[in-house]
């Protein structure tokens, strides 16, 4: 995440040369066109700085461990043309929609101000839109649970896509309702979209942050972590 933020606000950097780098993935070695001016700079300070780094280690539980992604390394991201804020896009906007308690309009708050901070962006709060009349086919009832469950392309597709400010880097939504992608998942915690740059968050599986300082400060990190891990999505990462 770090080297997100740099390369997409380091305004002053030395022009060397463009080359090809070869990189190692999990798999193989590949040869990769480092087509950025910025990138090819930044990749010294991505070396410099790796040996204080572990490699991410794949747990018991972890998404990597059922879904087999291939993965992206720093030179595929900035060679492959990501979407990035520009001098028109440049404000993240969050859409609150569906009932939410103060303590997580509180929350809400302190994610904004956090995003803002992580991404060195605007970030601009909305107010809070009620859910409304869902249709049929973008709901269900969970079929291990019981609850009522959104999917998420209601969000992603219907929603989003027509409130999404001309000047928006990126329009994210948080909601109080569970979500699910499509009939093989249980739930989701959220989804982005890579090219429309959108993406939807439920707080529903966080926790009850009225009920002591340590519930509350878990469920606002679990908020930040899911905001800026899926925000990433929307940048292409």
Same mark, same amino acid.
């Given at each position: 995440?770090?080297?997100?933020?740099?390369?997409?606000?380091?305004?002053?950097?030395?022009?060397?040369?463009?080359?090809? &780098?070869?990189?190692?993935?999990?798999?193989?070695?590949?040869?990769?066109?480092?087509?950025?001016?910025?990138?090819?700079?930044?990749?010294?300070?991505?070396?410099?700085?790796?040996?204080?780094?572990?490699?991410?280690?794949?747990?018991? %539980?972890?998404?990597?461990?059922?879904?087999?992604?291939?993965?992206?390394?720093?030179?595929?991201?900035?060679?492959?043309?990501?979407?990035?804020?520009?001098?028109?896009?440049?404000?993240?906007?969050?859409?609150?929609?569906?009932?939410?308690?103060? &303590?997580?309009?509180?929350?809400?708050?302190? &994610?904004?101000?956090?995003?803002?901070?992580?991404?060195?962006?605007?970030?601009?709060?909305?107010?809070?839109?009620?859910?409304?009349?869902?249709?049929?086919?973008?709901?269900?009832?969970?079929?291990?649970?019981?609850?009522?469950?959104?999917?998420? %392309?209601?969000?992603?597709?219907?929603?989003?896509?027509?409130?999404?400010?001309?000047?928006?880097?990126?329009?994210?939504?948080?909601?109080?309702?569970?979500?699910?992608?499509?009939?093989?998942?249980?739930?989701?915690?959220?989804?982005?979209?890579?090219?429309?740059?959108? %993406?939807?968050?439920?707080?529903?599986?966080?926790?009850?942050?009225?009920?002591?300082?340590?519930?509350?400060?878990?469920?606002?990190?679990?908020?930040?972590?899911?905001?800026?891990?899926? &925000? %990433?999505?929307?940048?292409?990462?």
């Amino acid at each position: 995440m770090f080297l997100f933020f740099v390369i997409v606000f380091l305004c002053a950097c030395s022009r060397n040369n463009l080359q090809n &780098t070869k990189v190692s993935t999990e798999n193989s070695q590949t040869e990769i066109k480092i087509i950025d001016e910025r990138a090819a700079n930044l990749i010294k300070y991505k070396e410099a700085i790796a040996p204080f780094f572990d490699r991410m280690q794949i747990r018991e %539980g972890d998404w990597l461990e059922t879904f087999k992604e291939k993965g992206q390394v720093f030179e595929e991201y900035t060679s492959q043309a990501p979407t990035l804020p520009t001098k028109e896009r440049k404000i993240i906007y969050i859409q609150p929609i569906g009932e939410f308690t103060k &303590t997580q309009r509180d929350i809400l708050q302190l &994610t904004a101000e956090y995003m803002q901070a992580f991404y060195k962006l605007p970030v601009k709060l909305n107010d809070i839109n009620p859910l409304g009349k869902v249709p049929k086919d973008f709901e269900r009832k969970n079929p291990y649970e019981g609850q009522r469950q959104i999917k998420t %392309g209601y969000f992603l597709d219907k929603i989003l896509p027509e409130i999404l400010p001309k000047d928006a880097a990126a329009l994210i939504c948080f909601t109080d309702v569970d979500l699910f992608p499509d009939e093989n998942f249980n739930y989701v915690f959220g989804q982005a979209n890579l090219e429309r740059r959108v %993406g939807v968050y439920s707080l529903r599986r966080f926790g009850k942050p009225d009920k002591s300082d340590k519930d509350f400060d878990l469920f606002l990190a679990r908020t930040l972590k899911i905001g800026m891990h899926e &925000t %990433g999505h929307m940048f292409s990462m």
